[in-house]
């Protein structure tokens, strides 16, 4: 599980990375998108990987998944969530103002 | 109630915000008077909570009465009071230049207001907050505030700005997360005083780890303080933004130098073992570079509010410098500098708009336009300023400079760093000197009818200067309270034991309770 996880996160964070490095508002808004995922999932997964353990005191639990990433999991998802919001409507504020979606406001030079 | 007033730093601005939506956009005078009572509460609050960190006590309030390290603390000593009180200092002038003059910023869009307060109120709390994660959770806050002042009043140079500051500072927020994730997993705290006692303990297989969190951590602290190489940013956001919100953004990039103070100063502190100063070579060479490439861009600014941004950044590298020297005397000489510089940006921000406005046509572009109507008040103002940031006698500039010089006496690096101060020192000498003449001496025939001259419109700027100018006349009980902040961020364990109390020595709790490692 461990190759799985990992290299799941390693392409979705590479993939995240090309397309922030894009010209375009639209890829560099999917790729922070994808960063803030592949984000995310690397926090909860710093709580170590545990299959079919409650994360609360339970009688007879073998062990126990660490709850506190969750409950960063959490914060971190919400305030991602709110700042793409925002980018995404200044991309579009920013298009309509200078009729271009290049991040740079102005067609780069053919 | 005086117990909990550490908190109140936060919840003022908060409630003050929420109170002016309840207020609504129509209401304009009240949400003016509920922004100045605001801060002027909070210049209160910062004056009462620097009396009380004076006597040298750190206090942790913890909130919801959760004890550290499981809840979140907030932590009160001299280096986050003094933070706060600048950031009073700088928001109440700030928010008085917004809301005077003939075309007030604050009316050029809605929510200034609101917005303004929660930026404080991300402030404060990054400031105060004594918990790794909680400081990227008042980052976002104090960003996504500043996002939106950024863009305020709109126009498309300002939209083009905002993206750019917006990505870059999105992508840094991830790689806060990941450097916390990464501490997180191998000490199983994110409390910072819990954090200091844990990473020296940290097990030789995971110090690679730990090292890539430190060094991760410092990356995105470095693009908030706008550091080489990652100050790309700065001068397209700083000159953009109107100018009340450049002068509260001059405390911006010095969040940055305070969280490296505070995560690789208490963290990663002379205390930490095998990961000891782990920053700071690289912290030392990226400031060297960030204060020689302000000054050049300073040079060739061809306004002089990219040049003001320019000199932020020179201003950001001179004081990081004064930092990697990881000393108790170079962190009081830092701290110094801190001050006097954000006061000296702030004020040369407000300065550079006002020349542009009274240019007319040419704004504050470097070219000869029409004459500037009554130029002696606002010349001097630019004089003073200038001379404080370039660091002449007898102005704070200097005295800070000084300070720095002193605490780099005696390394094998002192020959570079001497000269780098000192020649950056220059170079920022020559750009505002250049820039004066151009802007007063050379006045052209193609001027338009230049903007009219309003009186109140420098009461703003000196203020601010007037601060300076107060700090230099009293600058040894300000570098007395500089230097002893300064022992007491080195002194870790005793921040860890006020923090963590007398709990049983957190070293014994197991790295991770119940779970399997």
């Known amino acids: 599980m461990e190759l799985l996880v990992a290299s799941a996160l390693g392409l979705v964070t ?13 890829s560099v808004v999917l790729g922070l998108s994808l960063i803030g995922y592949a984000v995310n999932f690397f ?3 710093m709580g170590r990987l545990a299959v079919g353990v409650p994360p609360l005191v339970a009688d007879g639990a073998a062990g126990y998944a660490d709850p506190l990433p969750q409950a960063l999991v959490l914060t971190a998802i919400v305030i991602g969530f709110g700042t793409t919001g925002y980018v995404l409507e200044l991309a579009l504020r920013t298009r309509d103002e200078t009729g271009s979606d290049h991040v740079d406001g102005e067609e780069p030079p053919q | 109630m005086t117990a909990h007033a550490i908190v109140l730093p936060v919840l003022v601005p908060a409630l003050a915000a929420c109170l002016m939506l309840f207020a609504g956009e129509r209401r304009r005078g009240m949400q003016r008077a ?16 620097v009396v009380r960190s004076a006597s040298g006590a750190v206090t942790a309030y913890f909130l919801g009465d959760w004890a550290a390290p499981f809840g979140i603390a907030l932590v009160l000593d001299r280096l986050a009071a003094l933070m706060l009180a600048l950031t009073a200092l700088v928001a109440a002038v700030a928010l008085a230049a917004a809301t005077t003059g003939r075309d007030p910023l604050d009316a050029r869009g809605r929510y200034f207001h609101p917005l303004f307060q929660f930026q404080l109120m991300g402030l404060n709390g990054a400031f105060l907050t004594g918990d790794l994660f909680n400081l990227f959770v008042f980052f976002e806050v104090l960003l996504i505030a500043s996002y939106c002042l950024l863009a305020h009043g709109q126009g498309a140079a300002r939209l083009k700005a905002a993206v750019h500051f917006v990505v870059i500072n999105l992508a840094a927020s991830g790689l806060f997360l990941i450097g ?13 005083a819990d954090l200091a006692l844990r990473v020296p303990a940290a097990a030789p297989a995971d110090a690679a780890l730990v090292r890539a969190g430190a060094l991760l951590l410092l990356v995105v602290f470095a693009v908030k303080a706008a550091a080489f190489p990652l100050y790309l940013w700065l001068p397209g956001a700083y000159s953009a933004a109107a100018a009340p919100v450049a002068a509260l ?11 490296v103070v505070r995560v690789h100063g208490v963290i990663f502190g002379p205390g930490a073992g095998e990961f000891a100063l782990v920053a700071m070579p690289w912290l030392a060479a990226a400031a060297i570079a960030t204060t020689v490439a302000g000054a050049v861009g300073a040079l060739g600014a061809a306004s002089l509010t990219r040049m003001t941004a320019y000199l932020t950044i020179a201003s950001v590298g001179t004081l990081l410098i004064a930092v990697s020297l990881a000393s108790p005397a170079g ?11 954000t006061l000296a940006v702030a004020a040369l921000f407000l300065l550079a708009a006002e020349i542009g406005t009274r240019r007319g046509a040419a704004g504050d572009r470097l070219q000869s336009g ?18 404080s940031i370039v660091g002449l006698p007898p102005f704070p500039g200097f005295v800070g400079k000084l300070m720095i010089l002193g605490a780099s006496w005696g390394l094998a690096a002192t020959p570079w760093l001497w000269a780098v101060i000192l020649g950056t020192g220059l170079l920022a000498l020559l750009a505002l000197a250049r ?7 050379q006045p052209g025939e193609t001027g338009a009818a230049p903007g009219a001259a309003t009186r109140s419109a420098l009461a703003a700027p000196w203020a601010l200067l007037a601060c300076g100018i107060a700090l230099a006349a009293f600058a040894a009980p300000v570098k007395r309270f500089a230097d002893d902040a300064a022992r007491q961020i080195a002194d870790t364990p005793s921040y860890a034991t006020r923090v963590l109390g007398d709990a049983p020595g957190s070293t014994a709790r197991p790295l991770r309770p119940g779970g399997p490692r």
């Open chain 1, 14 to 26: 590479a993939c995240g990375v090309y397309l922030m490095l894009r010209g375009r508002t639209f």
């Open chain 1, 43 to 45: 926090i909860f997964v």
């Open chain 2, 34 to 49: 509920l922004g100045l009572a605001a801060c002027l509460a909070l210049a209160v609050l910062a004056a009462a909570l």
């Open chain 2, 180 to 192: 916390v994730a990464l501490l997180y997993a191998v000490t199983g705290t994110l409390n910072m």
């Open chain 2, 249 to 259: 953004f001059a405390i911006m990039t010095k969040v940055g130098v305070y969280s």
């Open chain 2, 331 to 341: 962190l009081g000489a830092a701290l110094y500098y801190l001050v006097h510089s």
């Open chain 2, 370 to 387: 029409a004459a500037i109507p009554r130029p002696v008040g606002l010349g001097i103002a630019l004089v003073v300023a200038a001379a």
């Open chain 2, 435 to 441: 820039a004066g003449s151009v802007l007063f001496w």
